[in-house]
Nanobody, 112 residues
Framework: QVQLVESGGGLVQPGGSLRLSCVASGFTFSNYGMRWDRQAPGQERELVAS????????NYAESVKGRFTISRDNAKNTVYLQMNSLKPEDTAVYYCYAARTWGQGTQVTVSS
């Protein structure tokens, strides 16, 4: 059974940083590309960042380029999202996705 478990969300002030983690199980992690999406209240879910199975291909939404970094550790079956210079508009539930499965999400709130 495929399972994705996100962690690392929380409340942070504008300009602050958070690192999200997503631990995967139930499939061969190193064979799959991974992605982070987010969904703000009243808005559609949107892609934030994606990374190929080997980590060589990475894409970011324009709104997070230069501030967020996606990475993966295939030995730990984990994908990360380092978020710096956070803005109030980054407030959303962040989801990990792979192998046709979504995680449960982790809330990120950016507010003073």
């Amino acid at each position: 059974q495929v399972q994705l478990v996100e962690s690392g969300g929380g409340l942070v002030q504008p300009g602050g940083s958070l690192r999200l983690s997503c631990v995967a199980s139930g499939f061969t992690f190193s064979n799959y590309g991974m992605r982070w999406d987010r969904q703000a209240p009243g808005q559609e879910r949107e892609l934030v960042a994606s990374i190929s199975s080997g980590g060589g291909y990475i894409n970011y939404a324009e709104s997070v380029k230069g501030r967020f970094t996606i990475s993966r550790d295939n030995a730990k079956n984990t994908v990360y999202l380092q978020m710096n210079s956070l803005k109030p508009e980054d407030t959303a539930v962040y989801y990990c996705y792979a192998a046709r499965t979504w995680g449960q999400g982790t809330q990120v709130t950016v507010s003073s």
